[in-house]
């Protein structure tokens, strides 16, 4: 087992209290016959949920939980006033930014019932990169039901813009036009959840960082009317950068 996947399962039993706030983790060779991995894999798992605050390790005490169970924090409804100003993501400060899309494809949903995907469901996945000054900065996953993302504007001809394979520049919506409504995808409710947690192992690989480091993770699942998933993004980012949200009253 993978140093990252098994700082997530310990992590996961932390935030549900499972492994509660002050108690003594396992040694590292008693972790290595739970996750049959070698010492420097649990190692490296220790060491990146201490990154992330989650333990302490002491030479004496050994490895302890400095975190408690998990709480949430409603940030409020929210939605951008004006489209036309509305921006996804920008630099902190000075920077030539550019995105662009490096993976597409269809795969049968595994693991995304929390999402309101039944599993099974044909997805079509759209990866993301983007930059700053041509340093990868953020990794962004769109996952959408197949049959949402066939769908094209009325009077349209070509291949749907969620369709469009990587290294080719799929249409794009009118300015001040959200990809949604320019598709006419049903869009009532969406839900962010931000954590900071180990990063996925493709998020690591597209910013170039050791696999299991910590990052923010920004989880936006996209509802229609009826309460049913039109898509849902995950943006990855390092702890460095900055999460902002506007709340408009």
Not at 136 to 156: C, I, M, S
Not at 211 to 230: H, L, Q
């Amino acid at each position: 087992m993978e140093a990252n996947a098994i700082a997530a399962d310990i992590r996961q039993r932390i935030i549900t209290g499972e492994i509660p706030h002050g108690s003594r983790l396992p040694s590292v060779r008693e972790q290595q016959e739970r996750y049959s991995a070698s010492p420097q894999t649990v190692s490296a798992a220790y060491a990146a949920l201490g990154a992330l605050g989650l333990v302490r390790t002491d030479p004496r005490s050994g490895t302890r939980v400095t975190a408690a169970k998990q709480s949430d924090a409603h940030l409020g409804e929210f939605a951008p006033p004006d489209l036309t100003a509305a921006q996804a993501w920008k630099p902190t400060g000075d920077g030539e930014a550019r995105e662009e899309t490096t993976l597409v494809r269809q795969v049968a949903a595994a693991d995304l019932a929390a999402w309101g995907i039944p599993e099974g469901t044909t997805v079509v996945e759209r990866h993301r990169i983007r930059y700053v000054d041509d340093v990868a900065v953020q990794h962004k996953l769109t996952v959408v039901p197949y049959d949402v993302a066939a769908r094209v504007p009325e009077g349209f001809e070509g291949t749907p813009p969620m369709l469009a394979p990587a290294g080719v520049d799929g249409a794009k919506p009118p300015a001040g036009v959200r990809m949604a409504d320019w598709l006419s995808w049903d869009v009532a409710h969406t839900e962010c959840i931000i954590t900071a947690e180990p990063m996925a192992d493709a998020a690591c690989e597209a910013l170039g960082v050791p696999a299991g480091s910590p990052g923010f993770r920004i989880v936006g699942i996209v509802r229609n009317s009826e309460g049913d998933t039109v898509f849902v993004t995950v943006t990855t980012a390092q702890l460095h950068h900055r999460v902002t949200l506007g709340i408009v009253g």
